[in-house]
């Protein structure tokens, strides 16, 4: 419902008067750049504005005399205004970047149409049909697609995860049956442990299976993860697609 001129971006904050107004100048209600190594100097900043006389730039819904002009201040202002657009241009980057890498891993393989009636038939459908076209013929009898099994919450759990593509849950996938998940560093492969510090125990099921995770999205902070379990036959049981800290498997 904001104007643009007193909209503000991800890794700041505006004040905002108790008389405020959509015509208001956008220096009367200030734009503060939120420094996330040092806290305290943004607190100080916002503490400073509150101790002072609040109008300090003439608009027209003023119904007070305007303070005498602060150069230094309008400065202050306006370089806080700047490092705060220079903060939400950077997470729209990194944003873009992540998305364009998603097209790219995507390559031209277009979701496969859903031919089944039946989720786990039409889900072994589209993992085929995803290995077939992301993976050159020539190197296929190199990377099969072992074995696996459909937990009981892992269908579920791809209905619910609405934060990534289904093509990027099915590359994940593809990377783990074909045995790939292990030397792409960018998913962070490593085994699903006990609780939730690196110290604990690994997690090992009643039947001898072990429990592993990935990032589902490459080189992604808090990316959804991809669990699943390694039978002692060498079989796969994909358990869940669940979000960064949804630890939980059966």
């Not at 309008?74 to 998603?102: C, G, M, P, V, Y």
């Not at 995507?106 to 038939?121: E, F, K, Q």
């Not at 099915?170 to 085994?191: E, M, P, Y």
């Not at 690196?198 to 592993?212: F, M, Y």
């Amino acid at each position: 419902m904001l104007p643009g001129r007193l909209r503000f971006g991800t890794g700041s904050v505006r004040i905002f008067f108790p008389d405020a107004d959509r015509g208001d100048h956008p220096r009367r209600h200030p734009w503060i750049f939120v420094e996330p190594s040092n806290p305290e100097r943004t607190q100080q900043v916002i503490a400073g504005f509150l101790r002072q006389e609040p109008v300090t730039v003439w608009s027209s819904c003023d119904r007070r005399q305007p303070a005498a002009p602060d150069p230094l201040g309008e400065i202050e202002h306006d370089l806080a205004e700047a490092r705060a657009r220079i903060s939400a241009l950077a997470a729209d980057r990194k944003r873009l970047q992540r998305e364009l890498t998603e097209l790219r891993q995507g390559g031209t393989c277009r979701h496969p149409p859903t031919v089944y009636a039946d989720p786990a038939v039409q889900f072994r459908y589209e993992i085929e049909q995803h290995w077939l076209s992301t993976l050159p013929e020539k190197e296929r009898a190199a990377h099969p697609l072992v074995e696996y099994l459909l937990g009981p919450e892992f269908l579920d759990s791809l209905a619910v995860l609405q934060v990534v593509r289904r093509e990027a849950v099915l590359t994940a996938v593809v990377d783990v049956l074909t045995g790939q998940v292990s030397v792409k560093n960018g998913r962070r492969t490593h085994r699903q442990r006990v609780g939730r510090g690196g110290g604990t125990a690994p997690l090992v099921r009643a039947d001898g299976a072990a429990a592993w995770r990935c990032d589902i999205r490459n080189s992604t902070p808090a990316a959804p993860r991809l669990l699943w379990w390694v039978l002692p036959d060498g079989r796969i049981e994909l358990a869940k697609a669940a979000v960064h800290d949804d630890h939980a498997m059966r």
